[in-house]
């Protein structure tokens, strides 16, 4: 036989499309020709291919090689290849029986000795193979990767020359079983709410912000506990679905960051970049796009820490990804789509010292550097955060006397409460309420509607803010089991207008 197909998985995004790697024989010279828009490191693999071979006991045939990766409009780089080129060589030069490869595909980079190497976004490939109903074999290294998707069938394998023997039916690979999320233990345990002391309004919002999955700003001077109340946000959201944790996990999956697989299995991201990042950092991009910490963030936490420090286009290339909970990335080539749905939490200082209306007098800011402090982030931005909180300083006394308040677990089950209630109401959470079917769930009566419009005129705030208050209206109802949003819960939810009032001093 001299043509030979073996199946794989390229990498696009957070998707792993299918690819043929036909691999044809012919008289001639000896050369290897390789075609199908392959990058540098897929045209490095002839030769990390040819050594591989040869290390591992097989002969490479003298004769002239032309290999396919279809669809040939597809870019394909990484040297994930290496071992499906390998198999379809063995297989046209009659080294290994091509039936044998039916109904597999095979991913992995070779080393010259014919060892197998991990790649990266082992798990969309896995994920798509187990819906086409196909055995995928992969490096042993990515087995515990591959072992987070419950559906499917892969086997791993070390070495060029066990794949050889498994299809030559003289050994068997060991098979990859999937994780079991009841059994993992964490090594840390999520830090507690309770650790918190005082803050009462500030720990009430963070509550509201989980159950209704909104956008939260504190604002206070250095050292009242604004990175403790963030941290201590992904602990009372409720636990991950699997699909979310699948999505989350395969993000990971294709950035190279370094991942603990079963401990950080469904465990929410909290994201917390330096405020000297970059636009690109933040949303992604590069020659190769790669996800930002917004796809990183992916159904969890996105602090931001300082606000005001961060570059003003930098924080403005959030505006998007915040009302759509998606990435596009463009290039002349091609167009990467990456989720971020993710939580914004932010934290600033109410001015550039930090003491903005300090009783003992230590402000020593002018009204210019206020202006041009708070101005840092465009009211755009401002007002898609939903919740604008204080976060005063505490005297030492009063903090030792401070009741503990609600653990984690206790006001995670609240969180759980309410979001069940938002699902079998209307199928969404309520940050996700839009149209005719948010007038319909944060309906008003008359008397309060009209109180509420003149609120809004008075405080002078956008369309957005005012339909993002009916919606924090409704998380409020929801934490206490009412069906209807009454005036009290109107009056709680424009309380978290915070910066409104700020800006206007």
Request: proline share 7%; aromatic share 4%; net charge neutral.
């Amino acid at each position: 036989m001299s043509l030979a197909r073996v199946y794989t998985r390229a990498q696009l995004g957070i998707d792993a499309p299918r690819v043929s790697v036909e691999v044809h024989l012919s008289s001639g010279l000896p050369s290897l020709t390789l075609v199908g828009l392959p990058e540098t490191a897929v045209k490095e693999s002839k030769d990390r291919v040819r050594s591989a071979i040869l290390n591992s006991g097989f002969e490479f045939p003298a004769k002239r090689i032309t290999i396919n990766l279809a669809p040939a409009d597809l870019p394909k780089d990484g040297g994930r290849y290496d071992l499906a080129i390998a198999l379809g060589i063995l297989a046209a030069s009659e080294q290994m029986p091509a039936t044998g490869l039916e109904g597999k595909e095979f991913i992995g980079e070779l080393a010259l000795s014919g060892e197998l190497q991990p790649i990266p976004g082992v798990l969309p490939a896995a994920l798509q193979a187990a819906n086409a109903e196909q055995l995928l074999v992969l490096p042993e290294a990515n087995a515990e990767e591959a072992a987070l998707c419950t559906s499917g069938h892969f086997k791993a394998a070390s070495s060029l020359q066990e794949v050889s023997d498994y299809l030559h039916g003289q050994r068997s690979l060991r098979d990859v079983v999937p994780i079991d999320a009841t059994q993992v233990k964490r090594q840390q345990p999520p830090a507690d709410l309770r650790d918190v002391r005082g803050q009462p309004q500030a720990k009430r919002a963070l509550e509201i912000a989980a159950a209704g999955q909104h956008n939260l700003l504190f604002i206070g001077p250095p050292g009242t506990g604004k990175t403790m109340l963030a941290s201590r946000l992904p602990g009372i959201m409720p636990p991950m679905s699997e699909q979310e944790a699948l999505v989350s996990a395969s993000i990971y999956s294709i950035s190279n960051h370094q991942h603990d697989w079963q401990q950080q299995w469904r465990v929410r991201p909290f994201r917390s970049p330096h405020h000297t990042a970059s636009g690109v950092a933040l949303v992604g991009g590069g020659t190769k796009p790669k996800p930002g910490e917004i796809s990183l963030a992916h159904a969890g936490v996105l602090f931001l820490d300082e606000l005001p420090e961060y570059s003003r286009k930098v924080l403005d290339v959030l505006r998007e990804p915040l009302e759509s909970g998606r990435i596009v990335i463009s290039r002349a080539s091609r167009s990467i789509t990456y989720p971020a749905s993710f939580q914004l939490i932010a934290a600033m200082n109410p001015c550039p010292c930090g003491y903005f209306g300090d009783p003992g007098g230590r402000c020593q800011c002018t009204t210019d550097q206020v202006r041009r402090y708070q101005g840092q982030a465009s009211g755009p931005l401002l007002d898609r955060i939903d919740l604008h909180v204080e976060v005063p300083p505490i005297p030492t006394a009063m903090l030792q006397q401070a009741p503990e308040g609600d653990p984690t677990d206790v006001v995670q089950q609240r969180v759980q409460a309410a979001r069940q209630r938002q699902f079998e109401r209307q199928g969404c959470i309520n940050a996700e309420l839009s149209g005719d079917r948010r007038d319909q769930v944060c309906a008003l009566v008359t008397d309060d509607r009209e109180w509420l419009l003149g609120a809004i005129e008075s405080l002078k705030l956008s369309a957005r803010a005012y339909h993002r208050v009916l919606k924090i209206a409704r998380t409020i109802a929801d934490l206490q089991s009412k069906d209807w949003i009454e005036r009290p819960h109107l009056l709680e939810a424009l309380s978290y207008r915070t910066i409104d009032r700020y800006l206007q001093k």
